[in-house]
């Protein structure tokens, strides 16, 4: 089974820059779209950005157009979300997670068509 782990979460002030990774092992992550998502405290999880298996197609949410970039190595196994002029609700464990088979990538930024997890990494944005 395909297993996920996130890192580069952290403490950043306002207008501060992040950049995730989500690393794979078992299996390569060519065959995978990857999507990140986002839980805040007492909200539902949200779609924040999702790569195709190339990396030819990419979806933002609305919120972070402009300021996050989703790219992938494949080489190195790793996909990135790279996060620029953060703000205090971009705040929120995020996830990397793929989907079993081939989806569309905005369709694949919708938890519900995602099978495989990692288990977040948190990302604060505080002054």
């Known amino acids: 089974q395909l297993q996920l782990v996130e890192s580069g979460g952290g403490l950043v002030q306002p207008g501060g820059s992040l950049r995730l990774s989500c690393a794979a092992s078992?299996?390569?992550?060519?065959?995978?779209?990857i999507g990140w998502f986002r839980q805040a405290p007492g909200k539902e999880r949200e779609g924040v950005s999702c790569?195709?298996?190339?990396?030819?197609?990419?979806y933002y949410a609305d919120s972070v157009k402009g300021r996050f970039t989703i790219s992938r190595d494949n080489a190195k196994n790793t996909v990135y979300l790279q996060m620029t002029s953060l703000k205090p609700e971009d705040t929120a464990i995020y996830y990397c997670?793929?989907?079993?088979?081939?989806?569309?990538?905005?369709?694949?930024?919708?938890?519900?068509?995602?099978?495989?997890w990692g288990q977040g990494t948190q990302v604060t944005v505080s002054s």
């Open positions: 997670a793929a989907p079993r088979r081939i989806t569309p990538v905005q369709a694949m930024c919708n938890m519900l068509n995602l099978d495989y």
């Open positions: 790569i195709s298996r190339s990396g030819g197609s990419t």
């Open positions: 078992r299996f390569t992550l060519d065959y995978y779209g």
